[in-house]
């Protein structure tokens, strides 16, 4: 039998977990400086891409009082405008997240027992990077863009009619998708003239079901290649 009921909808709607994982990136690897710094910074007109993993943080699917995380990886590439900022864009991933709750509770005439969901979520983020030099080959960012996100969530449970006594197993889907500030911090460390390591945190807010705002939060690291 299918699951219509208004509390698996509810369950399902936190599926929006992470929408996480974005596509920004500053990536500043030649000189470092993603925009700048001396003389060893990216020239204007220089290109840069890369790819970093991470872990997004946001209200768990079954129990939104709760913190919940996914692993994902993001790809991503800029253009450098000026010595102080650049332009840049990408695609995300976040994995899957699982989650169970052991029992059984009701609503109306159904038991539902044993609930489980499983989410996913992807997206593309878009901003503008700022990068300050602070000693030779490291620098510090910051970024403010959008980003645009995706995510579907599949709720499974067993229902029981209280009423008619039939049982069974109901599946429900829900999808989800905005676009929302995307704001980062970060620092870019310089190894070589093309390659750099670069690690940041990023922040949005997602929409649920019921169009609440929830915080995403993510940490990431990676490597960078500019064609300085």
């Known amino acids: 039998m299918e699951m219509g009921l208004t509390s698996m909808k509810k369950i399902s709607r936190f599926s929006l977990f992470a929408a996480i994982m974005l596509a920004t990136g500053s990536a500043f690897a030649g000189g470092g400086a993603l925009l700048g710094g001396s003389g060893e910074g990216m020239e204007v007109g220089t290109m840069y891409g890369g790819g970093s993993v991470g872990q997004a943080t946001t ?12 692993t994902g990886f993001k790809i991503y590439g800029g253009y450098k405008l000026t010595d102080m900022f650049a332009v840049e864009g990408g695609y995300y991933s976040l994995g899957t ?17 044993n609930p489980s969901a499983e989410g996913e979520a992807s997206g593309f983020g878009i901003s503008a990077v700022a990068s300050v030099p602070v000693v030779d080959n490291f620098e510090v960012f910051g970024k403010a863009g959008a980003m645009m996100w995706k995510s ?8 029981t009619d209280t009423v008619s006594g039939q049982s069974g197993k109901g599946t429900d889907i829900a999808e989800k998708e905005g676009t929302s500030l995307l704001l980062g911090v970060g620092a870019n460390y310089k190894v070589s003239d093309n390659w750099g390591i670069r690690g940041e945190y990023e922040h949005f807010k997602r929409q649920d079901m019921a169009d609440e705002d929830h915080d995403v939060g993510i940490v990431s690291v990676g490597a960078t290649f500019s064609t300085l």
Do not use: L
């Open 59 to 70: 209200d768990c699917m079954m129990d939104d009082t709760e913190s919940c995380s996914s």
């Open 152 to 159: 579907e969530a599949t709720v499974t449970a067993q229902i």
């Open 97 to 113: 997240m699982e989650e169970t709750m052991t029992g059984s509770y009701t609503k109306g005439q159904y038991t539902i027992t």
